[in-house]
């Protein structure tokens, strides 16, 4: 079973920057498309970003602009990057790619 580890979550000003990284327990995303999720408290998982095989980036309407997605398969790893951050960004992000299981998460909290 491939697991994955998110990290690179904190606390942040608003405005601040914070990346991500989601490293995989082996080689799996090579072929995959993998995607950033998040779940803030008392709201449903929601989509915020996702990369292809070949590295086209796709973002929901809240992240574009401000965040970056990338990969690199050398090291099993998918980032995000994330700038001018906002309290409303306040949430557990995930990592996942197409039919993998979910990571632990990294908790994300934007507060001055």
């Known amino acids: 079973q491939v697991q994955l580890v998110e990290s690179g979550g904190g606390l942040v000003q608003p405005g601040g920057s914070l990346r991500l990284s989601c490293v995989a327990s082996?080689?799996?995303?090579?072929?995959?498309?993998v995607a950033w999720y998040r779940q803030a408290p008392g709201k449903q998982r929601e989509w915020v970003a996702r990369i292809n095989p070949g590295g086209d980036a796709y973002y929901a309407v809240s992240a574009k602009g401000r965040f970056t997605i990338s990969r690199d398969n050398a090291e099993n790893a998918v980032y995000l990057q994330m700038n001018s951050l906002n309290p409303e960004d306040t949430a557990v992000y995930y990592c996942k790619y197409d039919g993998g299981p979910w990571g632990q998460g990294t908790q994300v909290t934007v507060s001055s």
């Open positions: 082996r080689t799996i995303f090579r072929g995959f498309s």
